[in-house]
């Protein structure tokens, strides 16, 4: 009787549970404290905010919030390029500072260094005279100053600067640096531009001054050392890019929100009309209000990334600025920055993405002044003035500004506790108000609402809550997705291919995984077009090498070649257990691993392995790899599973563990204590993976997990770095990708999509022009624009509003 009641009272309680979100949140009959429902979008995360500081924050529930306020001088535009954002026009300089040759007049090789370059020499002067340098032929030795006859001299090498610059355009981003400038200029003279002081040629003359009968090949090898240790503390060539800003006037900082008893703060300013878009504040009249701050300059970009490499602001971020030697500002021109680099270092333009902060709040006296105002100024510690640190007796994560952020960006912090911090209710919701002020296209509604769905409270919440109206999105998982795209009179699916990728990964450094043939053998017997049909839904497209499909830097024209073992040329199979003869197999360039059990336990008993009664015997032990996963329901878990199956059918014997996420990410993969594991990256959008890829980036300072390396791979990993043609780095992305995913490192298996589900009231105003003048039409929200972009649907964020009444739009209008 009480298994019959349970059967029915469970249920119950669980509907009971799911239907209690709706009062969570507002649905499209219950409107809370804002203006209508058409003037805001409700959204949703997974966790509170904690800390809107976005260089001291890594959390993605932060920046979730802090992206609405900070904004770069730079940014990735919806298709992930590179573009001018707060700086209209982004030029990269570079100085090079270089020995002329020492055998011709410096104007000539003036000269000759424009006629190379042409427009794009701003400068040519000469840093010093240089001066003459001596060698013991016998030792290789320097000595102070001419000898005897016999002394090896070098003539002096004038050091000179020459300074490249681009045509500056507005809306773009220029470049003239020269990382080819030693090859280029050799080219151009003839010969070797150092030849002068080039070891070999140092040691050939020395030899000749000394006796014949030490003219050895032995006293020359000693030679060629001493002079090439010389020629390596010798700086022959400085390089130094130089990014050059120039930002847009006019852009203020909104600061706030103010109460009450701040009144005093608007004194003499006049409130925002929307009709003129003139007013120095707005908000409400007994508060919350918000204040025109200054404007935007030069200073805010030199205090942020000043402060990244301060040891005592303590970014988690500031390994990415170690190359920056200087940034400038200029006193005659405020809206002009520059960072300098003490080397060649291409991706350095994604670094410079990063939201600003401003510098009237984080400047010195700001700071001491919060400190003294929180009882830590220099009295307050004990400190006398010249010694005192503000930032070691007041962390920057401690300030008010980690909860209260003055915005450059669309959206500012609505409080929703009065004047108390955090000025979102915990738990429950955070609310963003337009930002009246925001110097670019402001958003279409007036308010974003996020709710807080923890992760206690089911997945299946957040869909209820979304099926009722009171939600404007959802992120549907993967198993979800048919149904919505079933439902296309309510809803709007929008897929994104992630800047993601999963992978099974080989630790290379294993003696029995160290040939590519063995990993390409195991590759084979994994079915990656079944895993992503029955794991991932279909949700998902195959990847056949080391970067994000989302990304230019994939090669989609990969291919290579396999020469088929149990294949011929007319396309017929062998039998079971036989191969072709060599004579007789088939070639093909291939796009992706295919999935063939007998060409896979071909290979293997083709490089070394025994077939002794169906089991894999190799160095007469049987072949056993050790295979480690995550424990829980989870689909790397179902990848491990369903791979450790193949290679048991192919005769291998696998040894499977499972662990918890930190016990297997530290104590097996970190540690290298595995054959074979299955992960995935996420992350940047560069080109630089050396991190993962290189041989030096090994655990516990680098990313390559599995011990991979390659000579060539690593070589064009650092080459790419000094290239800053747009093309020309794309060119060499695919170069590396096809040189690691011909190796078969990993299982490269698939790139997910991401699903965003919107309510079909949702609009995209799209910007038209008609009869001269600029207005906003409404369009489906699967309009090709947006449906043909890279980047997440977040992007058009602000270009969205909810309409009372399903839109009605004309066949062409999902184009037009």
């Known amino acids: 009787m009480w298994i019959k009641r349970l059967l029915v009272i469970i249920p119950v309680v669980i509907l009971v549970f799911l239907a209690q979100s709706v009062f969570w949140v507002p649905n499209t009959n219950a409107v809370s404290d804002n203006e209508a429902r058409l003037n805001r979008l409700v959204l949703y995360m997974t966790a509170n905010p904690e800390d809107m500081n976005p260089w001291k924050s890594t959390a993605t529930t932060d920046s ?38 020492g055998d011709m007049p410096v104007a000539d090789f003036e000269k000759r260094v424009r006629e190379q370059y042409g427009d794009l020499v701003a400068d040519f002067r000469v840093e010093d005279a240089g001066k003459a340098v001596h060698f013991n032929p016998s030792s290789g030795a320097v000595i102070e100053a001419r000898g005897a006859a016999t002394t090896l001299s070098v003539g002096a090498m004038p050091r000179v600067r020459v300074s490249f610059k681009p045509a500056y355009k507005k809306g773009s981003i220029t470049s003239a640096v020269q990382p080819e400038f030693e090859a280029q200029m050799s080219k151009r003279l003839g010969r070797e531009i150092y030849s002068e002081i080039a070891p070999a040629a140092l040691a050939a003359q020395a030899l000749k001054l000394r006796p014949e009968a030490e003219r050895t090949k032995e006293n020359e090898k000693l030679l060629l050392a001493e002079f090439t240790k010389w020629r390596q503390g010798v700086s022959a060539i400085a390089h130094s890019p130089i990014v050059d800003f120039i930002i847009t006037k006019g852009m203020r900082w909104t600061d706030g929100p103010f109460f009450a008893d701040d009144i005093k703060k608007r004194e003499g300013l006049a409130k925002l009309d929307p009709a003129t878009g003139k007013g120095d504040w707005f908000g409400e009249d007994s508060g919350p209000f918000w204040i025109k701050g200054p404007e935007f300059t030069s200073k805010d970009c030199k205090i942020t990334f000043d402060l ?31 960072v300098v680099y003490g080397e060649l270092y291409s991706p350095a333009l994604s670094d410079l993405t990063g939201g600003l902060l401003p510098y009237h709040v984080w400047n010195d006296e700001a700071w001491l002044a919060e400190a003294i105002r929180k009882g830590r100024g220099p009295k307050d510690v004990g400190v006398a003035p010249e010694a005192y640190n503000v930032k070691r007796f007041l962390a920057a994560q401690e300030r008010d500004f980690r909860l209260k952020p003055s915005s450059m960006g669309p959206m500012v912090l609505e409080p929703l506790n009065g004047k108390l911090v955090p000025m979102w209710k915990l738990g429950y919701q955070i609310r963003l108000r337009r930002n009246e002020f925001y110097w670019e296209r402001k958003p279409e509604y007036q308010f974003v609402d996020y709710y807080v769905f923890e992760p206690a409270h089911g997945s299946e919440t957040v869909e209820f809550a979304f099926t009722t109206g009171s939600l404007d999105t959802y992120g549907a998982r993967a198993f979800q997705v048919q149904r919505y795209e079933e439902l296309d009179d309510r809803y709007y699916v929008i897929k994104r291919q992630l800047n993601q990728y999963e992978y099974i990964g080989f630790n290379c450094s294993v003696e029995h995984l160290k040939d590519p043939r063995v990993r390409l053998a195991l590759s084979m017997a994994v079915d990656v077009d079944s895993i992503i049909d029955k794991i991932h839904y279909g949700q998902a497209s195959r990847v056949a090498g080391p970067t994000y499909p989302v990304l230019p830097y994939y090669n989609k024209d990969f291919t290579f070649k396999h020469r088929w073992l149990t294949k011929n040329k007319n396309g017929e199979r062998a039998k079971a257990g036989e191969m072709f003869a060599e004579g007789d197999r088939a070639e093909e360039d291939l796009k992706f691993v295919p999935f ?19 089991r894999l015997v190799r160095g007469g032990q049987p072949f056993k790899v050790f295979l480690v996963s995550v424990t829980g329901p989870n689909p790397r878990r179902d990848v491990a599973v369903l791979a450790k199956e193949r290679w048991n059918a192919l005769g291998i014997e696998v040894e499977y563990q499972e662990h918890e996420w930190n016990t297997y990410l530290t104590q097996y993969v970190k540690a290298g204590k595995y054959d074979i594991c299955v992960l995935g990256w996420s992350g940047g959008l560069d080109f630089d993976i050396r991190q993962l890829w290189g041989t030096n980036s090994r655990p516990p300072q680098g990313l390559n997990y599995g011990g991979y390396s390659n000579k060539k791979a690593d070589e064009l990993m650092e080459k790419i770095l000094s290239v800053y043609d747009p093309a020309e780095q794309i060119r060499m992305s695919h170069e590396i990708f096809d040189t690691i995913a011909a190796d078969f490192p990993y299982v490269f298996l698939f790139s997910p999509y991401t699903t965003t589900v919107l309510d079909k009231h949702i609009v995209w105003r799209k910007p038209v022009t008609k009869d001269g003048k600029d207005w906003y039409e409404d369009r489906p929200v699967n309009h090709k624009t947006l449906r043909e972009a890279r980047a997440p649907i977040r992007y058009y964020l602000g270009e969205l509003l909810r309409r009372d009444e399903y839109p009605k739009f004309n066949p062409g209008d999902i184009d037009n």
Do not use: W
């Open 64 to 101: 979730t919030i802090s992206d609405y306020f900070f904004e770069g001088l730079v940014r990735y535009n919806q298709n992930y390029e590179i573009e001018p954002h707060l700086a209209h026009t982004v030029a990269v300089t570079e100085d090079i500072v270089t020995l002329a040759p």
């Open 308 to 338: 990244l490499r301060d040891k005592d602001f303590a970014s988690p971020r500031a390994s990415s600025y170690e190359s920056i030697v200087e940034t400038r500002t200029f006193a005659d021109d405020p809206y002009r920055f520059q």
């Open 596 to 614: 063939d059990m007998q060409e896979a336990r071909a290979i293997l008993i083709d490089s070394g392995c025994k077939d002794e009664g169906g």
